[in-house]
């Protein structure tokens, strides 16, 4: 049964709950996306401090664009997913990363929440003033590019990774 979500920005409340996310993800061995929720949450509160200050082009390494990150929270505080926008993109990002990443927790998959995600995280870009959005995924990745197309990804030309991973890409227009 889906339930009522809502993006939040991570949060020291949720603490238990994110923590519960990334040990799924870790005991899944799949890769973890985005890749933000790769980061290490042992210090908690540093991690928080980290995705903040992201936000802003000052506190960036050479070569980084601001990005904002945002939990997808379920009415009963579980954390189900992470979406994470990047505010412009690098000639990287352009290939193969795009605006938009995002990932929901394997245990919550094909419940449609990946929708319910991409449509909110449109809205956030839509806020940032981003109105041509880039989203990606890998090939293999079919129920990604359902979600993308679903949301009126208009697909452009494909990039080919040096170790031969192929990366679908998509344009939608924000509203």
């Known amino acids: 049964m889906r339930k009522n979500v809502f993006l939040t920005k991570p949060t020291m409340d949720l603490q238990n709950e994110y923590l519960s996310f990334y040990q799924e993800w870790q005991e899944s061995g799949e890769q973890m996306v985005p ?10 509160s540093g991690m928080l401090r980290s995705l903040s200050e992201n936000e802003n082009e ?4 050479e070569g980084w664009v601001p ?11 579980q954390v189900l997913g992470a979406v994470n926008i990047r505010h412009r993109l ?6 193969c990363g795009g605006h938009i990443g995002y990932g929901i927790r394997p245990s919550e998959r094909r419940k449609g929440y990946a929708i319910q ?13 981003i109105q041509k959005v880039l989203v990606v995924c890998d ?3 079919i129920a990604s590019a359902k979600t993308i197309i679903h949301h009126g990804g208009i697909p ?4 080919i990774e ?3 991973n192929v990366v679908k890409r998509f344009w939608i227009e924000n509203s």
């Open 35 to 44: 890749w933000v929720i790769s980061k290490d949450p042992s210090d908690f």
């Open 58 to 61: 000052g506190n960036l390494p």
């Open 67 to 77: 990005d904002s990150t945002y939990w997808l929270v379920s009415e009963d505080r």
């Open 90 to 95: 690098t000639e990287k990002l352009l290939n």
């Open 117 to 129: 995600m991409l449509t909110l995280a449109l809205e956030k870009s839509a806020e940032l003033g």
């Open 139 to 141: 090939e293999d990745n």
């Open 156 to 159: 452009d030309q494909d990039y």
């Open 162 to 164: 040096e170790n031969g």
